[in-house]
């Protein structure tokens, strides 16, 4: 067989415009333009472009460009304040760590994509079959494509593919080969022939394709058109048989990569607010070197004293900040990744763990995530086959004159089984088992070889019913169809006609003829909606469909049709005419199929539930609860759709559903966002095509009107219409965004989203690897959010101020002592003690509190509503920072003032009795911050104080090691620390007694 596919890999090298191409088969040699490698590049830096790169991110930001700049400023001997490493070294360390930080995530993703790039696929060649790796894939390749999930099984050429991965649709496809080819003896033959496909020039539509085929070397040529039926297109999976496809696209070219937006750098919103912080500090540290130049009255080379005053107070932008937040990230990534409730979770983007804490709308697709569509259970199939009981004078009133037998029950259910074992487009197909192999299998229609390919899931399980009640679909082609009975009699059917489901008809058809009988039956089944106007007059129709759609099932009315030879034949001459005509032609046979569908009999109903997840209700009452707004994008119908939202409970008991008609213009589109506003606390269903043409021309009252809805689902949504959702809601809410999907289909929602979530599963690994979090079942998005969310921006927000606070008292300190000594720019800690504060006595316990919590994970799972306040933001706003701004310049007054006061008779013992309070103020800080103690939080606090004591040794250059030794240090130093940290306690008693937190209440 000889399909065309795109090849399999992604984001590429090489560019031009995109262009019409002519593609000759076996000979890429004969390419008339160039066309983009195949191959794969996450990466965002090569060997040489590494570390200027990585310099290069990391100085574009004011933030880091200050201190090398102030690092820099210390090789002028005017603006020297001390040793050099006191500015050079923290700078390195931040530097290092980012490098290392860097470097780990650069070498990861080489791996994963060298694991791609190297893929082997078979290659047809003069040299017979070769193997050839991904990357060595051109356009005009032969490529030798094997069956994935089942056996090797074609039928007349043709085979099932999936395109989940591609638009999120997991049902099998059914595929063409090119007529002409499928006359060759072999697949090597196709080298021999003088042949070329004509293609269109690459596009986003993977829907559609339009192309030729043609052969030179016959007699006339040989030309065929080639539509979507004819292509694979990459990150689609063959079901069965061996195909053999050139290729059409590489690259970028292919449709999968049209339809995936280019990944963004994510900063998260936490860093944002700490960015804006550190602004106003440093316009705070240049009011400050100002005023103090003013207070000397501009005298002498002022200039030289600012810049003296700006290095000096330069502590006031706190340069440890960054790289305590960021180890804190990589702390809470790997507190993720070892949480032993959520197995099998990864954290690929470690920077932006605090927008889990922050998320206003969750979008999720539906396949994977909502629902386990690939493990669908026939949790119900129903036959009512309520006429069964009738008495016979109510038959008979329905079907006055009628001198038919009475039907007896077991013939009645006899034909709704025969009807549902007919009317679907299921294939069976056979394996070898180890014992019996493929061809004798399906030679003997052995029951233990069997599998069914179908489009859709529902088809199969009610296939797998019928098998179950005794009536198995033993074997099919597009000709005819076997059925095995009980008692083993084969029956044939040959397939006359067959009227495929469509969107519009919401039912499909088949007519069939028994070979036994040589009856001819014509079997329907669809959407009791469209089901209830063909079928003959009933009154129990309506009510159970209700009470079965109730239940969450999707419901399918199935009926028949008894055709005499005559009527049939009229029929099929009308209906060929109907294809035959140029002008409307879909009208035409549509109005031909319907002279059918008129008093059919009605059989039974069908009722099929998709099974969930594990905890899926459970999980989105979570989400609802925490104030989060579930939306459901998906690429699958709008009933489908509808129905999952029910059964997942997205849709509560008690809502309103509004389904937004189907529209085209804006007229009609301005009618239903009318009619839609009258509503109030309902549930939005809308189609991507409805939703495209709202966007365009209300895109504001649209969205507007959108996020008021408790929930909205968007069905036969295009991949980049899901990209464009989320990017709408950022835009216009301002709120952050968490995007859950499982498919290649969702990969451009997901890198849009401010925190994207894949699901690693069945669907294969492109949504996980493109993710920022990967998890294993949707159930374990709760914990990610209501506990992992919660904790990481809640030990963010409490470690960034308290770095800011620890930076701010040394450096109102250092301003209280430049102003009683005459606004002197003179340093009031040098050398060890200035880089010692921030680092070895103070570095641990403050980074401790990236283990502190205030709520245990039980509660917070518990108690959802607790979410609610970190939308609000308070953790980290203007509020708190003020807060601890005065707390930082109480603090540091009093123990300046303090030291100044009780000092008696040198210098050196105002350094010694403030630093050695300072230390001890930041250490019962942390102590008073903490709300969860943990060991190592002990082990920090006493660590730290020991290297301090201990390093008192070496420090006879800054601190009189005799004077520290003495009772009047020890008491000085204990009252300066008790005055600056003991109301501070008690107004954390008197606001834990009269105003507690919400959280408090509940840990009591």
Known sequence: TILFLCCPWSRCCGGGDFRPRTVWLGHPEKREQRYPRNVINNQKYNFFTFLPGVLFNQFKYFFNLYFLLLACSQFVNELRLGALYTYWVPLGFVLIITIMREAVEEMRCFLRDKEVNSQIYSKLSTRGTVKVKSSGIQVGDLIIVEKTFVPDFCHKGSCFLRTDQLDGETDWKLRLPVACTQRLPTAADLLQIRSFVYAEEPNIDIHNFIGTFTREDGDPPVSESLSIENTLWASTVIASGTVVGVVIYTGKELRSVMNTSNPRHKIGLFDLEVNCLTKILFGALVVVSLVMVALQHFAGRWYLQIFRFLLLFSNIVPISLRVNLDMGKMVYSWMIKKDSKIPGTGVRASTIPEQLGRISYLLTDKTGMISCLRFLILKNVALHIYSLWRKPSQSASRAPGATKVRKTISSRVHEAVKAIALVHNVTPAYESNGVTDQAEAEQHYEDTCRVYQASSPDEVSLVQWTESVGLTLVGRDQSSMQLRTPSGQILTFTILQIFPFTYESKRMGIIVRDESTGEITFYLKGADVVMAGIVQYNDWLEEECGNMAREGLRVLVVAKKSLTEEQYQDFEARYVQAKLSVHDRSLKVATVIESLEMEMELLCLTGVEDQLQADVRPTLEILRNAGIKVWMLTGDKLETATCTAKNAHLVTRNQDIHVFRPVTTRSEAHLELNAFRRKHDCALVISGDSLEVCLKFYEYEFMELACQCPAVVCCRCAPTQKAQIVRLLQERTGKLTCAVGDGGNDVSMIQEADCGVGVEGKEGKQASLAADFSITQFKHLGRLLMVHGRNSYKRSAALSQFVIHRSLCISTMQAVFSSVFYFASVPLYQGFLIIGYSTIYTMFPVFSLVLDKDVKSEVAMLYPELYKDLLKGRPLSFKTFLLWVLISIYQGSIIMYGALLLFESEFVHIVAISFTSLILTELLMVALTVQTWHWLMIVAELLSLACYIASL????????????????????????????????????????????????????
């Open 953 to 1004: 040794v070496f420090l006879h250059e800054f601190i009189d090691l005799y004077f520290i030794t003495t009772l009047s240090f020890v008491w000085k130093v204990t009252a300066i620390t008790l005055v600056s940290c003991l109301p501070l306690y008690i107004l954390k008693y008197l606001r834990r007694r009269f105003s507690p937190p919400s959280y408090s209440k509940l840990t009591s």
